[in-house]
């Protein structure tokens, strides 16, 4: 299993960076596109990498938030047959609660009709192909960390606390165990780990990639959610985008050599 990373905030020789994430993933026989970065960017540097976005068998949104989405035009000119899956709680609903009022955080307006004949909702747990598995978040009560962290959807004309039903975890099986991405892991990095395991009892987490939206958090808060990853039994973290330098400095304090950075252009191999 391979994955490159098309986007990502940590910039790379050669290649655009911006805030967002987009993942391209080899595995066994099928090439997959996981986000599409802020726009363009991701596909330019695709190109640069010798990647053919049209090559890829299906893409998956993680959620439904402009960094996240507002790429998928470009993939769509791109590749003209791959479907995209996302959660069935998808909407261009998503807004975060600012000084100066809402502010607009969703997928472009108007992205979803104008693409409907290429999207796929999924509920529950979903297998795009063997050995992968979308899994939607199983843990009550997330509305009260959308409210803590200011992010809200506006539903039939009212803002309520976002509970992350747009988000989803995109799990492999692979030989030394489940590698499991999460591009922003709102819920909580040690919650994505724990709803997968829960999902695959007895089963090996090999790594958790992707964001853990720890921008804004305090460091005594990261301290803990280190200390809880630390004991979960991932064996590796690989993170960058909402993490922030700082949040990252402090969990590759607690795991060491855990934990590895993301950046534009990375290559790992699992």
């Not at 790429?71 to 975060?96: I, K, M, S, V």
């Not at 959807?153 to 975890?169: A, I, M, N, W």
């Amino acid at each position: 299993m391979r994955v490159t990373t098309l986007i990502d905030n940590r910039p790379a020789p050669q290649l655009t960076a911006e805030w967002g994430l987009a993942f391209w993933i080899e595995y066994q026989d099928k090439h997959i596109l996981l986000d599409t970065g802020g726009g363009e960017n991701f596909a330019r540097n695709a190109a640069a990498l010798g990647i053919y976005l049209s090559r890829a068998d299906f893409a998956v949104l993680s959620h439904a938030h402009w960094d996240h989405a507002d790429g998928l035009p470009a993939f769509f000119r791109r590749n003209l047959t791959a479907p995209l899956y996302l959660r069935q709680g998808c909407g261009e609903d998503c807004y975060d609660r600012t000084d100066r009022g809402w502010r607009y955080e969703g997928i472009r307006k108007g992205t979803l009709a104008e693409y409907a004949d290429r999207i796929r909702f999924v509920s529950g747990p979903f297998s795009p192909a063997p050995g992968v598995s979308l899994l939607p978040h199983t843990t009550p009560g997330l509305a009260a960390k959308g409210k803590a962290g200011k992010m809200y959807r506006l539903r039939d004309g009212k803002y309520t606390p976002d509970d992350f039903s747009h988000e989803q975890s995109l799990v492999f099986q692979t030989a030394r165990g489940l590698v499991i991405f999460n591009s922003c892991c709102h819920a909580g990095a040690d919650v994505i780990v724990r709803e997968t395991q829960e999902a695959f009892p007895g089963q090996t987490i090999r790594a958790l990639v992707g964001g853990f939206h720890l921008f804004e958090t305090p460091d005594e808060e990261v301290y803990a959610l280190g200390q809880r990853l630390a004991e979960s039994g991932v064996e590796e973290i690989v993170t960058g985008h909402c993490t922030g330098e700082r949040g990252f400095q402090i969990l590759k304090e607690v795991l060491g050599a855990r934990a590895k950075q993301l950046r534009t252009g990375l290559v790992i191999d699992f």
